[in-house]
């Protein structure tokens, strides 16, 4: 199957096109879709427009109000919950962030889903595939359809208690105020409770085995574990950023991964010099 990402303008940071080029390396096709052509993008990835898939306007429709100082990195992360949806929708292929690092391949059966637990409660949003005739699009497309982007799937105490508090006390806010996650890992949880389908989610071991802080051992050159080694471990969602312009520290999962993967990168590809 075919990965697929979204990245909205620029340049792409080196750890990003190292995760690109780790797709590319284990056989992948990969397109990126953006609205303008991004910088920093290994040969072999196609670089295709985001607008026929979602509309560029939803990142402004998707700005927090209450919030406000959230809006630019948070209306990115909102629009790319949407996007990938939508791309399922469309039967693009199966959707990556760009943070996540591959150390093997691995198959994907098209009529099914494909997602994991990234922990004891939570399915990850970063390695996400819905079938285009699965219930939960159809929830998103009532999102798409309503004015304020209001999820319908929200809990009592987030969809009603709190903009009921908000509105006595005059103050004015957005759906996206009630969390960065809205439309991402705690929609895609909900709804796979929902419509029974929970039980085609990988394990954590997959493709976070490493969860939030745990990434930082991706960079730590003292790191005994060897997690690229393991058959079972597909993937890592490299959560934490870390000087990811740096050439990485010898004998770290980063320094191994760069070795392996280097040949993929752009030729003018950029790294710091370690401190």
């Known amino acids: 199957m075919k990965l697929a990402s979204f990245w909205h303008s620029g340049r792409i940071h080196n750890l990003g096109a190292l995760c690109l080029a780790s797709w590319l390396e284990n056989g992948f096709e990969v397109d990126l879709y953006a609205f303008e052509p ?44 949407l996007f990938r949806i939508r791309m399922m929708e469309l039967d693009l292929g199966l959707w990556l962030d760009t943070d996540i690092l591959l150390f093997r391949p691995f198959d994907v059966d098209s009529s099914k889903p494909f ?13 996400f595939y819905l079938p285009k005739d699965s219930p939960m699009i159809a929830d998103y497309n009532r999102v798409y359809d309503d004015p304020d982007l209001m999820p319908h799937w929200l809990g009592w105490r987030r969809r009603v208690l709190k903009p009921l508090v908000w509105r006595l006390q005059g103050k004015a806010f957005s759906p996206r105020d009630l969390g960065i996650t809205i439309y991402g890992n705690d929609a895609f949880t909900q709804l796979a409770k929902t419509h029974g389908l929970t039980k085609y989610a990988l394990g954590t071991k997959p493709f976070y085995i490493w969860n939030g802080k745990e ?45 392996r993967y280097e040949h993929r990168l752009p030729a003018d590809i950029v790294w710091e010099d370690a401190v």
């Open 215 to 259: 990434t930082e051992r991706f960079y730590d050159p003292a790191e005994p574990s060897r997690i690229d080694e393991d058959p079972e471990v597909l993937g890592l969602h490299v959560h934490h950023k870390i000087n990811i312009h740096r050439r990485p520290p010898e004998g770290s999962l980063f320094a191994r991964a760069l070795a």
């Open 38 to 81: 991004p910088e920093n993008v290994p040969d072999g990835v196609t670089v295709k427009d985001a607008e026929p898939v979602l509309s560029a306007a939803y990142v402004d429709r998707l700005k927090p109000i209450l919030h406000a100082h959230r809006a630019g990195p948070q209306s990115i992360a909102n629009f790319s919950d």
């Open 115 to 127: 997602f994991a637990w990234e922990d004891s409660h939570r399915i990850g949003s970063p390695v």
